[in-house]
């Protein structure tokens, strides 16, 4: 069964700790994805990569940078965690126009303390 | 720029009626729409895939229609169960290359024993 895997399910990080948020895709998608997902807010875009080593911010990446060296994991890294940041993010992939769609992981649930 | 709607934001009903659920968005030009469903805590889960090309598409008791023309799209329930319970999302993705998706803010269905 393809899928996308998000390292941890929960984490719980102190203000101020630089944090990393793996993804790893087994689908050979070439484009992945970075969102958050708060109340009221919906799913945001925070960066997507459509080849190692490229990448493009999306419409909140502030606070945030990431790292794609391989093409199966796309990490976001949070340089300094602030308890705005503080959201469920999820992780997404899918092929170059993506005829078959965007595969999404199970999530990760970050408080910042 | 497109946006995405889903109305209403809640939906109860009782198990076993048929149900329908509603997705606007604003721009025609879209590459393919995607119905997506997410339980509490948890990632997306792709329930169908349309392509602009398409009309419909069906899985089981679940069939979505595509009106390019007039920027909507349903997610059409038989049947309805307790275990249908969640927040329904649709997202689409762009002609002219964008590899991006807009998502609406979802519906979140309860269906009552």
């Known amino acids: 069964d393809v899928k996308v895997t998000q390292s941890s399910r929960y984490l719980v990080k102190r203000t101020g700790e630089k944090v990393f948020l793996e993804c790893v895709q087994d689908m050979d998608h070439e484009n992945m994805f970075w969102y958050r997902q708060d109340p009221g807010l919906g799913l945001r875009l925070i960066y997507f990569s459509y080849d190692v080593k490229m990448k493009e911010k999306g419409d909140i990446p502030e606070g945030y940078s990431v790292s794609r060296e391989k093409k199966e994991r796309f990490s976001l890294i949070l340089e300094s965690a602030s308890t705005n940041q503080t959201s469920m993010y999820l992780c997404?992939?899918?092929?170059?126009?993506?005829?078959?769609?965007?595969?999404f992981g199970s999530g990760t649930r970050l408080t910042v303390v | 720029k497109q946006e995405v709607t889903q109305i209403p934001a809640a939906l109860s009903v009782p198990e076993g009626e048929n149900l329908v659920l509603n997705c606007s968005f604003t721009d025609s030009a879209i590459y393919n729409l995607q119905w997506f469903r997410q339980d509490p805590g948890k990632g997306l889960t792709s329930l169908l895939l349309?392509?602009?090309?398409?009309r419909e598409q069906t899985s089981g008791r679940l069939n979505a229609s595509l009106d390019k023309s007039s920027g909507r799209s349903t997610l059409y329930i038989a049947a309805s169960q307790p275990g249908d319970s969640a927040t329904y999302l649709c997202?689409?993705?762009?002609?002219?290359?964008?590899?991006?998706?807009?998502f609406g803010k979802g519906t979140k269905l309860t269906v009552n024993p």
């Open positions: 997404a992939s899918s092929f170059h126009q993506g005829a078959y769609g965007y595969t």
């Open positions: 997202a689409v993705r762009a002609q002219g290359g964008s590899e991006k998706l807009v």
């Open positions: 349309i392509q602009s090309s398409q």
